[in-house]
T-cell receptor, first 113, second 115 residues
Framework: DQQVKQNSPSLSVQEGRISILNCDYTNSMFDYFLWYKKYPAEGPTFLIS?????DKNEDGRFTVFLNKSAKHLSLHIVPSQPGDSAVYFCAASAGFGNEKLTFGTGTRLTIIP | DTEVTQTPKHLVMGMTNKKSLKCEQH?????MYWYKQKAKKPPELMFV???????INESVPSRFSPECPNSSLLNLHLHALQPEDSALYLCASSPKGVADTGAQYFGPGTRLLVL
């Protein structure tokens, strides 16, 4: 029972363009969402998060959008850079600071120079 | 010091061996976590220690035994593992209370191979 899904296993984007990574969830108790980036042979690195009281959160080139009614969130990266090539995981929890994070299956993003 | 460190980076062990994985953080975080990640899968939570007490055990087999000697250290003791336990073992930590950011911060992982 995959409660957090990333339906695109991979995505290729031209350098300088916008990368959009999508994530869907099924558990209506989830109200805090995070995005992590993972390079090979490294642990996941926290990128950005959003609480369900917001529908958008921005940090530099990264913006996360949350559509609660659709149980959908997306991560926008603008402009995309070669160093953004990595696997991106979305994660969800039932409450800010809840110790139990549920991760999606990941999307491999490749930025084409 | 803003990182989580894990040792060793790689570990090969036989099914009868006993070994330990070590995790350390000096960020003052009071929650520490063990995750297991298989290839092309998301990280799966194994254990959580909150204020040095075990708060979550996700029905992990007893051949995995966690230990939290103090607020900076987290160990995972391994005994009589099976080949299917081969995976990347990730440690994470997070602040608690007023310092809580809502995020967990991960170490680089230990890649374990059980023969």
């Amino acid at each position: 029972d995959q409660q957090v899904k990333q339906n695109s296993p991979s995505l290729s984007v031209q350098e300088g363009r916008i990368s959009i990574l999508n994530c869907d969830y099924t558990n209506s108790m989830f109200d805090y969402f995070l995005w992590y980036k993972k390079y090979p042979a490294e642990g996941p690195t926290f990128l950005i998060s959003i609480s369900s009281i917001k529908d958008k959160n921005e940090d530099g080139r990264f913006t996360v959008f949350l559509n609660k009614s659709a149980k959908h969130l997306s991560l926008h990266i603008v402009p995309s850079q070669p160093g953004d090539s990595a696997v991106y995981f979305c994660a969800a929890s039932a409450g800010f600071g809840n110790e139990k994070l549920t991760f999606g299956t990941g999307t491999r993003l490749t930025i084409i120079p | 010091d803003t990182e989580v460190t894990q040792t060793p980076k790689h570990l090969v062990m036989g099914m009868t061996n006993k070994k330990s994985l070590k995790c350390e953080q000096h960020m003052g975080h009071r929650a520490m976590y063990w995750y297991k990640q298989k290839a092309k899968k998301p990280p799966e939570l194994m254990f959580v220690y909150s204020y040095e007490k075990l708060s979550i055990n996700e029905s992990v087999p007893s051949r995995f035994s966690p230990e939290c000697p103090n607020s900076s250290l987290l160990n995972l003791h391994l005994h009589a593992l099976q080949p299917e336990d081969s995976a990347l073992y990730l440690c994470a930590s997070s602040p608690k209370g007023v310092a809580d950011t809502g995020a967990q911060y991960f170490g680089p992982g230990t890649r374990l191979l059980v023969l």
